[in-house]
């Protein structure tokens, strides 16, 4: 945050930045309270926001709780990153027509909106970047994805408050956005710091009467998420972990672990990064013509390892192992990163409450390997 | 596998066993798609539907319904006889439905209380699946079975195409919808997390826990089943939840309580309710 | 940039019986444009798709030279495969690639090869053998290792007859079970490998079959001086996407459609065989 770029607005005046972004043709999207959590939806004026509203989280536990304060972005997420804004959990790729001399092929594309996400969180925008690495920047850019990402302003709103699963310092993604948003809001009590990420924001942020932010506000801010990353619990050994957990292969951990794993799948759904889908080719009564349609899979289906005859990760200890691996190490050799922002979601909606701190400090333990690791020898 | 060499129309018989008519209806209410269906098959016995009731054989037999008595015991293996392939259709079928409750019970008693003249009926003391009576080729779950299962299932059997049917939680179309957990926001004892899916999670996006009508999410359409992990979820239903173990058993003792992991799962929290309550 | 998701239909111009389960399928690519545009190497593979049921991953066994006649060799082994079993010539697939990695066929260019191939899974390297053969005079010596469960699970018959009569070159087969008119080794592929001499240091292997196989078969080779970088194998994953996205064909920190299904062995070696990887 820079003394120049940073301003200051009114958290009443905050209908003014909505107003600016409807302007421009964003269709605003923010949290809003649904089900007793909040989840995404349109935002059209200030109080669709959950207002006085914040949640705590825990293992296997969601609750919101009021607060009666004018707080805008008390609330730190919901279920929801901002996974599917992007990767959808259901898209058409192709529809297929029998003709009289074979088949025609048309592929599809969404035609999303223009779409502003308020209040999305430094760990959601670092998802972002690694999904983007994934399908943007590998060897083929996927182009559903490129098209729905292309239509996304990400206004990011900085955290001043840890859930106790929170993690992100660990993971260096938060709680302070670096990069990857257009706009980077900091609520302080009844103001927002706002400073642009992006040629698009700066656009936004001309459009409003605002005076730049004073050195205090600036110091609060920075001592408040300061504050906020050290609250956290940490996640320890970063360097070490992607060969440890290859490592550990054999550890006891595993088979612990997975007599509490469900495989219901939840955690790789609510995950920033989880990029797994599987594609269905749907067939018309008639035989004339059908559609492709890619929906989100998980590593803890039955089929996910499935090859003609057997399943290469049968049991619930080996789908475990495959995400927390995948997830800690493999990523770095595939994407030069990890694959885990410290959102905490996977640890919040486990609905066994597994905590993969936890599961990860124990398979950093020396203590669980097999003696029979393989020697090498057939 | 092929339905039938040539041009001649597959003839579809369905037929009922003890069950509430409820996966017909599903059938009938395909509306569009029936008419469609109708195109692609030769209806040849289905008294749900129509007088027309033509002998076999059948070159798709969908069975609803459960075994209850001696005389289905024999009509069973009749319509097996008759069917190239059978299908079970709904939790009766496949599972023994919500009249397997017998199975834990006392059935004279059960008599008395329901029947003035209980010596008039003749039941047997348990309420089957099909499977365990003859070989079923395929099986769609659910109380009902999802319509548009059943026709994704008939269009893959009508193009000879081995159909695809996950048996994947119920979370994952949860998810897909968008939908909050349940069970992490309101604490509600949700089944979905070991329930197959194939339902698209109705239940949740209602704001409501699945009660398990499609039965346990074990992996039935390829390769070897592995029965998901109802005792973790069981133990999360008593020790954060807070279910007293009589209402663990009867979570798990509902639609499909009979089918196999989930009567395991009853079974030994009814023994945990035995011990307490001897302690 | 293309579309990686969109297929084109490409006819049956051929369906030729290998066995009766396994059927190759000389594929040309409707579309002219698409068909001029398509190249391939050895050992790369497409998706293949019968519309409205699903997509398979199957090797292009045919020469890399001639890429407007696509040979697919497919056993009709699950979903999709049994549905393109019934399929005859004249009717439609769809094809999405060619996808991975290939053969070193560059790099065995003057060196000795031998190929080591299990059960039933040895198509993937057929397409190598047949590409060293149309040029003989390029490659060294060939030794043909070739192992099945039974003698009912030779297939391949007249190719491997054909093989065997190339000059420099042999072809040594085995059954783990013998039978009555199975008149080569009886016992495991790795046993053949002591019947045959190589070069350490001139040779390069090429590997097709079960991991278990690999895992123990390799390690055996590499005690008589073969460096881990002259063996090559082929590896088999669930695959949806082709092209590393759908994430079902990971194997440790690959994607085996993306980074193999050719892989150098001493980059795969930890993640052989291993349970649940």
Known sequence: MSVEGCRVLPSADCHLLLDALQAKGYCVIGPTLRDEAVVWDTITRVSDLPIGWRDRQEPGRYRLERTGTGEIFGVVHGPQSLKPFAFAPRESLLQIERTSNGWSIHPLFPKPEKIALLGARPCDVAGLAIQDQIFLRGPYRDPPYASRRENLFVIVVNCTRALSTCFCSSMKTGPRAQTGFDLALTELDDVLLIEAGSEAGKAILTALPMSPASEALLAKASKRIDACAESQTRLQEQEVLPQALYDAHDHQRWDEVASRCLACTNCTMVCPTCFCHTVEDRPALDGQHGERTRLWDSCFTHEHGYIHGKNIRPTIKDRYRMWLTHKFAAWHDQFGMSGCVGCGRCITWCPVGIDVREEVAALLASDGHSAARRSGSP | ?279 | MTNPHVIHAATIVEKIRETADIHTYRLRINDEAERQRYHFAAGQFNMVSLFGVGEVAISIVSDPEEPESLDHTIRAVGRVTNAIARLQAGDVLGIRGPFGQGWPLDEAHGRDVVIVTGGLGCAPVVGAIEYVFRRRDQYGAVKILHGVKTPEDMVFHERFDRWERQPDTEVLLTSDRPGKLWRYHVGVVTELFEMVSFNPMRTIVLMCGPEIMMRVGVPILLRRGLPATSVYVSLERHMECGIGLCGHCQMGPYFVCKDGPVMRYDRIEPWLGRPGV
């Open chain 2, 1 to 279: 596998m092929s339905f039938v060499e040539g041009q001649r129309k597959p003839r579809l018989g369905v037929f009922k066993f003890a069950s509430c008519d409820g996966c017909q209806l599903s059938v009938l209410n395909l509306e569009d798609e029936l008419l469609l269906l109708g195109a692609a098959l030769d209806i040849a016995y289905f008294p749900e539907a129509s007088s027309r009731m033509e002998p076999g054989p059948y070159d798709l037999a969908l069975v609803e319904g459960s075994i209850t008595t001696e005389e289905d015991e024999h009509r069973i293996k009749a319509v097996r006889e008759q069917a190239k392939v059978l299908m079970t259709i709904g939790a009766c079928a496949t599972a023994g439905g919500i009249q397997a409750l017998r199975n834990w019970a006392d059935i004279g008693s059960y008599k008395q209380c329901v029947y003035p003249r209980p010596d008039f009926i003749r039941t047997l003391a348990t309420s089957t699946s099909i499977a365990d009576h003859v070989k079923v080729d395929y099986e769609l779950r659910g109380c009902p079975i999802d319509k548009d299962q059943l026709l994704r299932v008939v269009t893959d059997l009508l193009a000879g195409v081995r159909p695809r049917i996950p048996a994947d939680s119920v979370c994952l179309e949860c998810k897909r919808r968008g939908n909050v957990c349940v069970v992490v926001a309101k604490g509600m004892p949700c089944l979905g997390p070991v329930t197959s899916g194939g339902c698209g999670a109705i239940c949740p996006s209602m704001g409501r826990d699945c009660y398990g009508c499609f039965g346990p999410a074990e992996g039935m359409a390829k390769g070897v089943g592995y029965p998901p992990n109802t005792a973790s979820l069981a133990k999360q239903f008593h020790d954060r939840l807070g279910l007293i173990p009589i209402d663990v058993v009867r979570r798990f003792r509902g639609i499909n309580g009979a089918a196999a992991s989930f009567r395991r799962e009853s079974e030994a929290w009814a023994v945990k309710r035995t011990n307490s309550e001897g302690s």
